[in-house]
């Protein structure tokens, strides 16, 4: 009731209606009229009719918008076509088949439209994938009419008819025959997981037993159900990729239709994977630079909310696991924690005799394992008899025994090998031919590979039976090192766009390769390691090194748009083509972008890889003027990511390297304004030498100052000898007022101030020489970090007293990092205003800014700010005495493990149960809000938060010599003063106290509780 005004909305009412309009439309014959409508009914249908409903009742309406949709689309994609508009046509039938991928008019309509728009690639993958999905669906080949297109396809003029025999059909993939047992575990596994028990499956085994197509069975079980699955692939090729098959995942057709309806702020984090979804929405805030641990946390939590955004039960596949980056099981490990009762199941595929104890992935499993969130499933070789049926399968004829035991000695049960030399035909030769004779390459082959021999002969024969045209295709795809697509291969290959395409077709047709993954990654990759291998290990080193740089050429063609996504790759092409020169840039720009993803493991391996090569100074590598700058940029990105993980002694070897780097200084003229005969502002070369050498120096000195916050130790000193020797060399710049040199002299100051490292004494000096050239020259941020090391100065100075001039610099700050756009910084200036505000006597204001800093958090998942949000929020609500909003604050908290440990916040459990009348938690809580204060180097200003409740309990306890002992640490000079009426009843009562006054000390101390309880601190 009271209700009636509000707005609301009906899909399948929406639909009925579009329907109807576009029926009317048709009727008239206009067609303009009939558009609209049909792509409103593709826009609003995006599934099955309350798809978590199982009464029977739903199943006929099911079936009916169902059967209304399939036809508006094909009314729609014939509409489009007559149009002209490929484009949109295309999207229509993609999206028909999302729905109904056994629709064989759908994936001719499609290879047409494609043929249309001139990209027959496009055209024969279209045709590939029905051949694939009927052949697993169904068990079937596409009908007369589709090949009759698809071969049509493959008719032009360009490519010369060069093949080396008749090409015979494809025929059907072989049977998947045993695994009984495995299967009934993998079947229970699926049921566990979609009743909310999450769990991760590992088919190991030794290559070619069969793992992979054991998990693509139960993939395509899962799927039939109507259940969402998704695919991915690990490889231990070239440019390694961070994420990668959390990328593939997430371009899934099931996963990727998800992602717009996620909140803009986790979408944010999804764009650094997969940028695409910034073209759709534009407005969307581009993701910032990863530099901190809650950042990391952010973004894990985006991808896991991603995956599991479909709203059942979820199936991921994850071939080759033993060669899956660091980055993803870490996040794979988080899913699996995300939140109780996900409906998940992983299956992962392993070779055992590539994971040997110290693997990453060992430790991984290991984790899981004592969770009990795995189960493992170790493949054996097929029977005799299994592996006669498949041989026969795909040979059409049975075997003799004689060759039956033949086969299975030769093969011993690997699937692989079976299926290989049943395609190959070489089960009916003579028992007596040189196994070797057939292979055309024995030499180059048999030592790159631990397959046996006779199955290295058999991979060699079916490389061998391939046309000249699609052996030199499959060499360049086995170059690229993983999966492929074919604008790259295209490129690479040097030849016509139609060749190609013949030669690719080729392959698939013998299953040299597969297609990989479907919807908006589509790719080719190598149906098996194997063959890729054995096709790379039959090239010269000339010819490989040919090809690397080609490839490397083919991709930044193809990536130009987005050249951070292939940048490792590609630097690994390059250093393979023996371009090291190349290659650097390359390796610089992969670990850049690897740092935007926190991926610290890749970033460090990409930039020691490029100093590596800066190094070794090998051919290609010439002693450019500039190289030594590129050199210092490697060296400086490295010993950052070092620092940032806490291995300051790396980072400073890393800086020492970049400071060897750069050479001696040189007398070199300053460049001068012919006309005025002043100084330029450009930089001499002399001048940049000494800005980079003073930056290096003070990264370094950095290190010395993160590796303790004792401020009497060692470290310290070594920090301040460091930062001096910056300041020298800084100054030893004939230019001293070019933007780079103001810039890099104002950090030296700040990196200096904070972190709070030096005594006040040194700050000061620092500030007072500072202040002027920060406020003239400093950037936004630097102004901010500026005016945040003067609040803290004085904060420190003034025991957190608060002026109004220390406000105003809190002010300043703010107003200064508003213009950076950086969310994260925005928000600590708020809480720095908020904090100050509420010592200042504002607790209004304060808590606006507080609650404003709180939002930025959450916004980008700073948990650290939040903490500290949440540490100082209930100190305003003290003051008000509102004892159920701080319990709500703390329980908050409490939910974080950043913030549970803090002194302050057990302090305030102390107050709340002081005021709850709760008097052992009281104590117990003060206690502990004042543990470990002898260990921590800069004090606790706040012990008061505890000790205020510590002194109410030793009163209501009548411990009187504990109250006196608590009152006098508030006195101490570490601490924030109490206001000066509590100062004075205080400081009487300790007087009265040590003169042997008991009544007199306690009669002071009771006459402070009542006032101290109004004002919050008791």
């Given at each position: ?108 309509q ?6 249309l ?6 055209a024969?993958?279209?045709?590939h994938?029905c ?7 169904l ?45 009934r ?5 699926w ?8 769990h991760?499956?590992i ?29 991915a ?17 997430l371009?899934?057709?099931a996963l ?8 803009p702020?986790?979408l944010?984090?999804?764009?650094r ?64 924690r ?30 899981l394992?004592?969770d ?13 008899t ?6 026969e ?15 299975y000695?030769?093969?011993e ?16 030769q003579?028992?007596?031919a ?20 006779v ?19 499959a ?16 490129r ?12 690719l ?21 190598f ?17 490989q ?13 193809v ?22 020169g ?9 670990g ?58 790396e ?10 780097s ?11 304004d ?122 420190q ?43 200042s ?36 609500f ?8 701080v ?11 950043e ?6 916040i057990k ?17 117990t ?13 800069r ?67 009771q ?12």
């Amino acid at each position: 009731e009271g209700c009636t005004d509000a707005s609301w909305t009906l899909d399948i009412l929406e639909v009925e209606q579009a329907l109807a309009r576009a029926e009317q439309a048709e009727r008239v014959q206009d067609t303009t009229a009939m558009r609209r409508p049909l792509e409103q009914v593709m826009h609003l249908y995006s599934g099955e009719l309350l798809p978590n409903c199982y009464d029977e009742w739903i199943l006929p309406e099911r079936d009916r918008w169902r059967q209304a949709f399939l036809q508006a689309a094909e009314r729609l994609i014939a509409l489009l076509e007559e149009e002209r508009d490929y484009h949109a046509a295309i999207t229509a039938a993609h999206q028909l088949l999302r729905q109904d991928s056994l629709h064989e008019a759908t994936y001719r309509q499609l290879m047409r439209l494609y043929g249309l728009r001139g990209d027959r690639a496009a055209a024969l993958r279209v045709y590939h994938t029905c051949v694939t999905v009927l052949e697993r669906e169904l068990g079937t080949e596409p009908s007369e009419v589709t090949r009759a297109v698809y071969e049509s396809l493959l008719q032009s003029d360009t490519y010369p008819k060069t093949q080396t025999g008749s090409l015979t059909l494809r025929g059907t993939e072989a049977p998947l025959l045993g695994r009984k047992a495995e299967w009934r575990h993998l079947q229970e596994a699926w049921r566990k997981a979609a009743g909310g028990r999450p769990h991760v499956v590992i088919l190991s085994g030794e290559a070619g037993i069969g793992k992979t197509r054991l998990a693509e069975e139960i993939e395509a079980w899962v799927s039939r159900q109507g259940m969402t699955t998704a695919s991915a692939r690990c490889y231990a090729a070239l440019g390694h990729l961070a994420y990668a098959p959390v990328t593939a995942w997430l371009r899934t057709d099931a996963l990727h239709t998800g992602l717009s309806a996620l909140d803009p702020a986790w979408l944010t984090e999804i764009a650094r994977l997969v940028p695409e979804v910034l073209a759709t929405r534009p407005k969307l805030p581009r993701p910032a630079a990863m530099t901190e641990g809650w950042q990391r946390q952010h973004f894990f939590e985006a991808l896991a909310r991603a995956v599991l955004n479909a709203r059942q039960p979820l199936l991921l596949l994850l071939d080759d696991l033993q060669w899956c980056d660091n980055e993803t099981l870490e996040w794979v490990h988080y899913l699996l924690r995300f939140e109780p009762g996900i409906r998940l199941l992983l299956i992962g595929t392993v070779r055992a005799e590539e994971t040997l104890p110290g693997h990453p992935l060992v430790t991984f499993l290991g984790a899981l394992q004592r969770d009990g969130l795995v189960t493992e499933l170790p493949l054996g070789p097929l029977t005799t008899t299994e592996t006669t049926s498949v041989a026969e399968h795909i040979m059409g004829q049975q075997l003799d025994p004689a060759m039956s035991n033949k086969l299975y000695h030769e093969t011993e049960g690997n699937p692989l090998f079976v299926v290989e030399m049943a395609r190959a035909g070489t089960l009916g030769q003579h028992e007596e031919a040189d196994p070797t004779a057939r292979s055309p390459l024995p030499l180059l082959t048999r030592p790159a590979s631990t397959l046996p021999a006779v199955v290295q002969t058999v991979l060699a024969t079916r490389l061998a039976q391939l046309s000249p045209l699609a052996h030199e295709v499959a060499n360049v795809a086995a170059v690229i090192g993983r999966e492929f697509t074919f604008p790259v291969l295209a490129r690479a290959s040097g030849q016509s766009e139609d060749a190609v395409v013949q030669g690719l077709d080729e392959l698939w047709q013998r299953r040299i390769v597969r297609e990989q993954g479907a919807g908006t990654a589509e790719a080719y990759d190598f149906s098996h390691d194997k063959l890729r291998e054995l096709a790379c290990a039959s090239l010269s080193p000339a010819h490989q090194r040919l090809l690397h740089r080609r490839i490397a050429e083919a991709f930044e063609e193809v990536y130009a748009g987005d050249l951070d996504a292939a940048s490792g790759q590609i630097a690994a092409h390059y250093e393979h083509a023996g371009l090291p020169g190349r290659a650097i840039s390359y390796y610089r720009r992969a670990g850049e972008a690897a740092m935007r993803v926190y991926a610290n493991a890749d970033a460090i391996t990409a930039f020691q890889r490029a100093a590596a090569l800066l190094e070794a100074g090998g051919p290609g590598h010439a002693q450019q003027e500039q190289r030594w700058e590129e050199a210092v940029a490697i060296y400086a990105a490295l010993g950052d990511i070092f620092a940032i993980t806490g291995r300051q002694q790396e980072a400073r070897q890393v800086y020492q390297n970049g400071l060897a780097s750069i050479p001696p200084q040189e007398s070199l003229p300053i460049p001068t304004d012919n006309a005025t005969g002043v100084a330029s502002l450009r930089l001499s070369q002399s001048d940049r030498k000494s800005i980079l050498q003073a930056r290096l120096l003070r990264k370094m000195a950095s290190t010395w100052n993160l590796a303790s916050d004792n401020p009497l130790d060692t470290f310290h000193v070594n920090a301040q000898q460091t930062f001096q020797e910056a300041e020298r060399v800084l100054e030893q710049a004939e230019v001293k007022s070019s933007t780079e040199w103001l810039q890099e002299w104002i950090d030296l100051q700040i990196d200096q101030l904070l972190p709070l490292r030096g005594s006040l004494d040194e700050m000061t000096v620092i500030i007072e020489k500072a202040q002027s050239i920060v406020e003239h020259y400093g950037t936004a941020e630097q102004r901010g970090q500026f005016f945040q090391a003067v609040v803290a100065r004085d904060s420190q100075r003034d025991r957190y007293v608060v002026s109004e001039e220390t406000v105003s610099y809190c002010r300043s700050s703010l107003a200064a990092l508003l213009q950076t756009g950086n969310t994260s910084l925005i928000g600590f200036a708020h809480f720095v205003l908020g904090n100050r505000l509420l010592w200042s006597g504002h607790p209004d204001e304060a808590e606006e800014e507080m609650r404003a800093a709180m939002n930025a958090a959450e916004q980008v998942g700073n948990t650290r700010l939040l903490a500290r949000c949440l540490m100082f929020l209930p100190f305003i609500f003290r003051q008000r005495g509102m004892v159920e909003d701080v319990r709500g604050v703390v329980t908050r908290a409490l939910a974080m493990p950043e913030a549970r440990n803090i002194a302050i916040i057990k302090g305030h459990r102390a107050w709340i149960a002081w005021r709850d009348g709760n008097l052992v938690e009281a104590e117990t809580y003060g206690r502990a809000s004042l543990e470990g204060r002898q260990r921590q180097q800069r004090a606790n200003a706040f012990l008061w938060a505890g000790l205020w409740p510590l002194i109410g309990v030793a009163l209501a306890q009548e411990k009187i010599a504990d109250a006196m002992n608590n009152a006098r640490m508030l006195l101490d000079s570490t601490q924030q003063p109490p206001p000066e009426q509590l100062r004075v009843l205080l400081e009487a009562a300790l007087q009265a106290w040590d003169a042997g006054q008991q009544e007199e000390a306690l009669a002071r101390l009771q006459q402070a509780v009542p006032i101290a309880k109004g004002m919050g601190y008791l």
